[in-house]
Nanobody, 124 residues
């Protein structure tokens, strides 16, 4: 099932956006959620991941406290604060069964059923 992202837009440096993704099709507790982004010509990179069962969260080093992943019922969010032009990208959500993976980072890296994404454009 493809996930559907929303909430992107065109903003100025320092602005905020809140991205959302309906993960109701993957509602079991032993699931990992993730947010990724991709710039044309570059590989998709993970931003953050969350383990539904115990709430464990991890962030990529480049986040530096500016982004927050959360889940409210079956909606996954990514709060983007203090946006920079280099955050301009297409943003995608992912969901994967954790199972025997040692981390959610490893689990969500297996996700392949990407949606259309939501574009975030930050101008200076």
């Amino acid at each position: 099932v493809q996930l559907v992202e929303s909430g992107g837009g065109s903003v100025q440096t320092g602005d905020s956006l809140r991205l959302s993704c309906d993960v109701s099709e993957y509602s079991k507790s032993d699931y990992c959620r993730g947010w990724f982004r991709q710039v044309p010509g570059k590989e998709r990179e993970e931003i953050a991941d969350l383990y539904v069962r115990d709430g464990t969260i991890s962030y990529a080093d480049f986040v530096q406290g500016r982004f927050t992943i959360s889940q409210d019922k079956n909606i996954l969010h990514l709060q983007l604060d203090n946006l920079h032009p280099e955050d301009t990208a297409m943003y995608y959500c992912a969901s994967a069964y954790k199972g025997l993976w040692d981390s959610c980072r490893s689990a969500v890296a297996t996700f392949r059923n990407w949606g259309q994404g939501t574009q975030v454009t930050v101008s200076s």
